[in-house]
């Protein structure tokens, strides 16, 4: 194994690592705050990837460049609309229920 490829696989690991940490602390600090049960934020992550991916691939024709800024200024906006109607629908009915209904 070269330096090289052990510094990658180093970066690749810290890098997985970070975002299971994100997603970790997001549940954590969901029902820290709200006490509800929502295990929804990993797949609007995973929501926010597909059309970031989306986003920068059809977007703009073959510019990765301002692909990449639009995406940023368009996924979040569009992760937030639907996670304001999941709350609204959904999880506001099981905010009094005990924690074992929530799930």
């Not at 977007?59 to 992760?79: D, K, Q």
């Amino acid at each position: 194994m070269t330096a090289t490829m052990f510094f990658e696989q180093l970066l690749s690991g810290l890098t997985r690592g970070g975002i299971l940490f994100l997603l970790a602390s997001g549940l954590t600090l969901i029902f820290g705050v709200l006490r509800v049960v929502n295990f929804a934020h990993a797949s609007f992550a995973t929501l926010g990837a597909f059309l970031t991916f989306t986003v920068v691939n059809n977007f703009f024709g073959s510019n990765p460049s301002l692909n990449f800024w639009a995406a940023l200024l368009i996924v979040p906006i569009c992760i937030a609309a639907v996670g304001f109607v999941v709350e609204r629908v959904a999880l506001r009915l099981v905010y009094a229920e005990d924690h074992s209904y929530q799930m």
